[in-house]
């Protein structure tokens, strides 16, 4: 669904096909995506329409520039995680989305783009200030290249960041399933932030500073070195972890 959408056709080519537009502006707009009782998400027959044998579409659409306004994304599976505080990842709404999206192109399935200046309120309250990034989506892979993020209380860079389930449907199995690859440049992270995503954080009052290190893995077989990490005003950490296995949420304290 969308309130208003416009852009200035710059092209059409009729071998191919692809369609260029620019100077585009969405507003208003909302895109639902949910999990059926097949298993599937809704909007797997509308891909697969729009696709080949081969599993690749010829249709091709770029977009110059792209302004979005007071977007809404919801992502829902059937079986909600209910936590007490902070972001439920099988039933996400982010509101009030604004931003610019730069050079987007959806060519054969694998779409990329430029994003700058993203914005969104998270339904359980988490605010995101500012998003950038080069992304590239492709069947369940996802890159990021120039990450940058903030917040009120919180900032990272990162030159690269990558989840490789190979495949949608693995995301369903997120922990065991898909692969982490990153690097960090800096971060400064704030724990009433991270409390959004592990919410034994709440009660903390901490700022961690002059965050930079890799990490590459399964969140259930983690690898990640180091290379600086600042606590308070003295205290400093860097080294090498491999975790392995998951703790109990429900009797963990960090």
């Known amino acids: 669904y969308a ?7 710059a092209e059409i080519a009729f071998e191919g096909p692809a369609l260029t537009l620019e100077a585009a502006e969405l507003t208003d707009a909302e895109l639902h995506i949910r999990e059926l009782k097949s298993g599937e998400l809704n909007i797997r027959p509308i891909i697969q329409r729009r696709t080949k044998r081969d599993g690749k579409g010829d249709f091709r659409l770029y977009i110059t520039d792209l302004k979005a306004n007071n977007l809404v994304f919801t992502y829902e599976r059937l079986q909600h995680r209910n936590p007490e505080y902070g972001v439920d990842y099988n039933d ?3 509101r009030n989305i604004c931003g610019m999206v730069y050079n987007l ?20 309250g988490f605010v995101l200030d500012d998003f950038n990034a080069k992304l590239l989506v492709d069947k369940g892979y996802i890159k990021f290249e120039e990450l940058s993020a903030a917040t009120q209380k919180s900032t990272i860079d ?6 490789d389930g190979g495949n949608w449907e693995r995301y369903k199995y997120y922990i065991d399933s898909v692969k982490m690859v990153g690097i960090v440049d800096y971060a400064s992270l704030h724990s009433s932030d991270l409390a959004y995503f592990a919410p034994k954080l709440r009660s903390w009052d901490v700022q961690v500073r002059d965050i930079n290190g890799s990490f590459e893995g399964y969140v259930r077989d983690f690898e990640a070195e180091l290379n600086s990490v ?5 205290s400093y950490i860097n080294g090498v972890a491999h975790i392995v296995g998951l703790p109990d949420w429900r009797t963990a304290t960090y």
Not at 110 to 118: G, S
Not at 158 to 163: G, Q, R
Not at 230 to 234: A, F, P, V, Y
């Open 105 to 124: 192109s959806v060519v054969r399935g694998v779409i990329a783009c430029d994003l700058k200046n993203i914005s969104g309120v998270e339904k359980s």
């Open 230 to 234: 600042s606590l308070g005003d003295n």
């Open 3 to 9: 309130g208003e959408a416009k852009a200035r056709i």
């Open 158 to 163: 990162m030159p690269y960041l990558v989840l």
């Open 92 to 94: 996400m709404e982010v």
